[in-house]
């Protein structure tokens, strides 16, 4: 007998706190833009290394009366890229398989997204009040959250941004020391900056004391932004990339996400290829794969014309060379078969705080990888690229049948793509789907979760094995609406929830 049952409620997330706080909005009769708007909040306490009020992203958003769209909320470089003296500062990050180095610092600031996605969604889309939507992340601001696993491993790998300073010292270390697993965060400020944001205007953060602070202090230590920057930013409301896989119809952000275009592209060079599962072939092709693609997230341009080929109805902007590393993502879905995934980022974080806040501005400006011709080569007033991909399949009716995402930087468009594939092509549960080994290669390096089969003398790189799922590979937590099942990858301490009628 078919299953008549109908969803309720559905939320896969990278935290247990943002889970729970999307679960009770939504119990509690809000929509999924209030549950939204409420675990945004929340993971600015929960999730800070990857999410803040100095942060931006991209929300992939489906309405039955709207269809599907993408919001664009990513950070936007500032107006003026010649200052006298920009005011760097080389961090060397050691991420155990290899060394790499980011700038933090006034310079390295772009002009945040965060805050005008929660008040777009708010004016647009919530059904809650917005000071009932902000007591959630109050209360945990004020009463305090526990580090986990994966929040210590991050502390560990961004020590040395997070002790720079007095005010992250207090936030995140105990006796000069990065905190553990277990030991308690505390903001304080957060609490309050949020109950001044649900009472002032609207745009009281991009035109009011937030954005004087952060201006003020750029000007007066060597970065970029100015207060017209703050001002003059707009949440896009973009059209969705939407291009066939089998049955199904996939949407993911257009530029400036490199990540949708990736994905498409390493989807199209594994489908309908048959081959045992784990395989030498298997693990062949997913190489090949990478070696096709891979090279196109290094090259807008390239991509670009490459995507034409293939998708004439892929659109360009003019953007900045620049993409991000710490991301966060989470997935949900009401009863009015309203949807969303949102994928956020700080980037490392820049290593300065908005006074009055506790919340870390991004340091978007300081990925080296991107840029070439300097650090002061971004282009002006552009938004910048990313590899985030919130991405959402829609059945050949045009209803959003799963919402899936990741952190994980340049691993981003792959990890989802392995997932789809184990899904769709090997039609695994969605669970086995999520968690059947990884593969992903760099230029230098293969990087392999133990479950494939493969002859070394056939690889000219290093290859490193890992005997157990690892976080490096991203966290591709997802809601299958069609089984009605909700699956948080436990390689990012994944948390979800299905609740049907």
């Not at 949900?332 to 969303?340: L, M, S, T, V, Y």
Request: with cysteine.
């Amino acid at each position: 007998m078919k299953d008549q049952s109908k969803i309720k409620y559905a939320i896969a997330a990278g935290h247990h706190l943002t889970a729970k706080t999307a679960e009770e909005i939504l119990a509690a009769g809000g929509n999924a833009f209030d549950a939204c708007v409420a675990t945004y909040l929340v993971s600015f306490v929960a999730e800070p290394l990857m999410a803040s009020a100095g942060a931006g992203g991209f929300a992939n958003m489906y309405t039955p009366d709207k269809g599907n769209f993408i919001l664009d909320f990513f950070c936007q470089t500032p107006s003026n890229n010649s200052i006298s003296q920009p005011n760097y500062k080389e961090i060397l990050l050691d991420f155990g398989e290899s060394q790499e180095t980011f700038f933090v610092g006034p310079a390295s600031m772009a002009v945040p997204g965060a805050m005008a996605l929660v008040q777009y969604l708010v004016e647009h889309y919530c059904s809650i009040p917005l000071r009932e939507l902000v007591i959630p992340a109050q209360t945990l601001a004020k009463n305090g959250v526990a580090f986990t696993d994966f929040q210590a491993y991050d502390l560990q790998l961004l020590n040395a941004i997070l002790t720079d300073n007095e005010e992250g010292r207090a936030l995140f270390a105990i006796d000069g020391q990065v905190k553990k697993k277990g030991d308690i965060l505390l903001m304080p400020q957060y609490a309050d900056f949020l109950e001044s944001y649900a009472r002032e205007k609207p745009d009281w953060f991009y035109r009011g004391e937030p954005a004087l602070s952060v201006t003020d202090y750029a000007r007066e230590h060597g970065g970029y932004i100015r207060y017209e920057d703050f001002r003059n930013y707009q949440v896009i409301r973009r059209e969705a990339f939407l291009f066939p896989y089998g049955d199904q119809y996939i949407s993911v952000p257009p530029l400036p996400s490199l990540g949708g275009g990736l994905l498409a592209l390493f989807l199209r060079e594994t489908a309908e290829i048959k081959y045992e599962v784990g395989s030498k072939e298997h693990f062949t092709i997913l190489r090949n794969a990478y070696h096709n693609s891979f090279p196109y997230g290094k090259d807008v341009a390239s991509l670009v014309a490459e995507m034409h080929l293939h998708y004439p109805n892929y659109t360009s902007i003019d953007s900045a060379d620049i993409s991000t590393s710490g991301t966060s993502h989470f997935n949900i879905c009401d009863d009015k078969g309203n949807a969303i995934a949102l994928s956020t980022s700080i980037g490392e974080g820049c290593t300065y705080f908005i006074p009055g806040t506790n919340m870390q501005m991004n340091n978007m400006l300081g990925e080296t990888a991107l840029l070439p011709d300097g650090l002061d080569s971004w282009k002006q007033n552009a938004r910048l690229n990313s590899m985030m991909c919130p991405t959402i399949v829609f059945d050949q009716a045009r209803a959003p049948s799963v919402l899936i995402g990741t952190g994980g930087a340049t691993r981003i468009p792959f990890s989802i793509s392995q997932t789809l594939m184990n899904y769709y092509e090997h039609k695994m549960p969605l669970y086995e789907a999520i968690h059947f080994p990884r593969i992903y290669e760099s230029e230098n390096q293969i990087y392999l979760e133990k479950g494939y089969d493969y002859n070394t003398a056939d690889i000219d790189k290093t290859i490193r094995v890992w005997e157990e799922l690892d976080m490096v590979f991203g966290g591709t937590h997802s809601i299958d609406l069609v089984n009605k099942q909700a699956v948080g990858d436990r390689r990012r301490e994944g948390v979800a929830k299905i609740v049907v009628k």
